[in-house]
């Protein structure tokens, strides 16, 4: 009879772990509609930059430095009527970001973390086996 090949046997076990922990992770911290919806708003985001950007506007000035609605255009007139959402896309965007260093953390950490102390586990236990 053959003995066991405990090395290869759990390092398929870690795997499938590691696969299965993946999954469950990926599972609970997937984006939501509102991350997602930042790729969307980019077109937007754009749009008001060059808005921001038009040099002619000077003329249309009001004193408290908003502009006369006959001197905007259409896209220019969107982009202002979407400031704060734009805004509040930005910081969706940025708890996304953290959200997905967090979730890679999590993903990562337990699986290398697990490889490492079974790497040590079997080193010890080499140890007390006769030379």
Do not use: H, T
Not at 57 to 79: F, H, I, N, V, Y
Not at 90 to 96: G, M, T, V, Y
Request: one cysteine or more; proline letters at 4%.
């Amino acid at each position: 009879m053959r003995a066991l090949n405990w090395r290869r046997g759990l390092l398929r076990l870690w795997l499938v772990f590691a696969v299965l922990w993946i999954g469950a992770v990926g599972w609970i911290l997937r984006p939501d509609e509102a991350a997602v919806s930042y790729w969307k708003l980019r077109s937007l985001d754009e749009a008001y930059i060059a808005a921001e950007a038009r040099p002619d506007e000077d003329r249309c000035k009001r004193p408290d430095g908003s502009l006369e609605a006959r001197c905007m255009s259409a896209e220019w007139q969107r982009a202002q009527a979407a400031r704060d959402y734009m805004k509040e896309a930005l910081a969706r965007k940025e708890d996304s970001l953290s959200s997905l260093k967090f979730a890679a953390i999590v993903m990562v950490g337990p699986i290398v973390a697990a490889l490492v102390l079974g790497f040590v586990f079997g080193w010890v236990a080499r140890g007390f086996s006769p030379d």
